[in-house]
């Protein structure tokens, strides 16, 4: 298997799930509807506004969505259908990372199918309340620095950086892949002392966003379960 083949595979994979699920009508879908605000009031009020039920940035989301409203008007199916656009983008950007980690073509296109058979995908995938924004943006900031960084590049480790900060304007947790790569790849070339020094900030901000985000999740959904 070839690496546009595989490129090929994964975007006919990724359009038929879309053509199976298919959540067409005008209606939301999980909190579609609280996302879905901002894009609008960008659109209409040309100014970034998030919903108060919302506690993540999401900005480069509310970007994305607010042109698309702006272009086509407003319907919760129009968001989902940029969604499905940006769960293309991020499997493209899962394949060119484990191509940048040294896998096969065939096993970076099979790491990738993995990601895309995880159970939460389609959902991510079709709805405007989605994770898949962020994801896209550390995949790309993870490929593009990995690569700059194991070939110094100044273009790939600008661009990653640049992924890196848009990431984080949507999802904090982004702010950790430059973090990580760097303390890695001082590491990998025995500079020890800049090591430790950088392991120093990246370890508890790492942990911060591990420990946090199960905190939450347990909060909202174990401990105190919706009603119904």
Do not use: C
Request: aromatic share 10%.
């Amino acid at each position: 298997m070839n690496a546009r083949l595989a490129i090929v595979a994964l975007v006919a994979i990724q359009v038929i799930a879309n053509l199976v699920v298919h959540p067409a009508g005008e209606f939301p879908l999980n909190d579609d509807w609280a996302f879905a605000h901002s894009a609008l009031w960008f659109a209409t009020e040309h100014r970034v506004r998030l919903s108060s039920l919302s506690v993540m940035n999401l900005l480069p989301q509310t970007i994305v969505g607010g042109l698309a409203v702006a272009l086509a008007g407003f319907s919760f199916e129009l968001l989902r259908h940029v969604t499905q656009s940006v769960a293309l983008l991020a499997s493209l950007a899962a394949f060119a990372f484990f191509r940048v980690a040294a896998f096969s073509v065939r096993d970076a296109f099979v790491a990738t199918l993995v990601t895309l058979a995880m159970p939460s995908w389609l959902v991510l995938a079709n709805s405007y309340m989605t994770d898949l924004y962020g994801l896209v943006l550390l995949l790309g900031a993870a490929a593009a620095l990995a690569a700059g960084l194991s070939k110094p590049t100044s273009p790939l480790i600008l661009a990653g950086a640049l992924l890196a900060a848009l990431g984080a304007l949507q999802r904090q947790v982004v702010v950790v892949v430059p973090l990580a790569l760097r303390t890695v790849f001082l590491a990998r070339k025995a500079r020890f002392e800049a090591h430790k020094r950088w392991a120093k900030v990246t370890f508890p901000i790492w942990l911060y966003v591990s420990v946090t985000g199960v905190l939450v999740y347990l909060a909202l959904y174990v401990w105190n379960p919706p009603a119904g």
